[in-house]
């Protein structure tokens, strides 16, 4: 009696904590996985890696370009896929957005990719999974580490221009906005300093720095945590007014290369975006990372490697949640 009464118990028990998991993973999916498409796309990563590769050999640059879209992906609204919508009827393209527009780059690729995906397996990869798999090959086409990619993200059928405005940090933003806007998509400094290290390779434009150079606190004077000679080297180019649009390397080091180089600019007062030379200027815990990096290339590679995982990890729609787009421009119909 006492044996069927516990037995009865654990039953009861078991059908209450197995139940709701049960549901939640048919409804929401369950966690992202590396093997997601072993059966149904089993050479996806094979294709995507052939078109990055021909991609980044006609234009270096591309890499670069290539996995900024994953995090300007990621910290909308997670890993959606929703960074690659183009405007259409009611909907408003992310691609407007402040951190975007005249910026955001590498679309023809992904365009590229999915159509070669497609192909080969229909309807199957999600594109915002590509972006996460092509992130990790630009890190490693560029001299950078490589790790095995969760999958299983789906498409999601929004954008969100605010968001887009709202959570991907500004470069002019604080030390403490930007932390918080890392802490608010379940990232820490680790994270934030580590991922950062991005800024290895690919450019930014004028306009995204000058501040720096003529008028940092509104006294007309340049940012006194740049390197005066680094400072007069890009006034050259970057004049007080005009020139928007032009390109200079975030790492005048070793531009095309994925290392820790980033980190010994910041250490040398020369780091390009004031949200660069902040890791270094105002919090202690920062700059001890910063400084860990800079002599230890390896534990770079490792903590960017995980923290990539972190971020690709933001809020992905899986089970029946979105779609699978055809195309990643256009929702599907
Ligand atoms: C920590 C806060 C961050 C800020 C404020 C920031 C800001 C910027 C800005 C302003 C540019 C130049 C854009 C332009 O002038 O057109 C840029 C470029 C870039 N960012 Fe960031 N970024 C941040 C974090 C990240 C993260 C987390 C990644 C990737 C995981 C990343 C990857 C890149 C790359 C690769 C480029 C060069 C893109 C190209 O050449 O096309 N950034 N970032
Ligand atoms: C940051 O840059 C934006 C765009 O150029 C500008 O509107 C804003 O005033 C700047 N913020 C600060 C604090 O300088
Ligand atoms: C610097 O910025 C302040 C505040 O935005 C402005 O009032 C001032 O005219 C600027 N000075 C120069 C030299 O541009």
Partial sequence: MAKSLNSLVLVSLLTLIIAPICFSMSTQGGPLYPQFYKHSCPNVEKIIWSVVAKAVAKERRMAASLLRLHFHDCFVKGCDGGVLLDSSGTLISEKRSNPNRNSARGFEVIDEIKAAVEKECPETVSCADILAITARDATVITGGPSWEVPLGRRDTRDASLSGSNYNIPAPNNTFQTIHTKFKLKGLDLVDFVALSGSHTIGDARCTSFRQRLYNQSGN???????????????????????????????????PLKF????????????????SDQILVTKNDDALKLV???????????????????????????????GEIRKICRRVNH
Wanted: neutral net charge; aromatic residues 10%.
């Fill in 291 to 321: 400084k860990q990096y800079a002599e230890n290339n390896d534990l770079f590679f490792q903590h960017f490697a995980q923290s990539m995982v972190k971020m690709g990890n933001i809020a992905p729609m899986t089970g029946s949640r």
């Fill in 220 to 254: 007309g004077q340049p940012d006194n945590t740049l390197d005066q000679a680094y400072a007069a080297q890009l006034r050259t180019r970057c004049p007080q007014s005009g020139g928007d649009q032009t390109l200079f390397v975030l790492d005048p080091a070793t």
């Fill in 259 to 274: 290392d820790n180089s980033y980190y010994k600019n910041l250490l040398a007062y020369k780091g390009l975006l004031n």
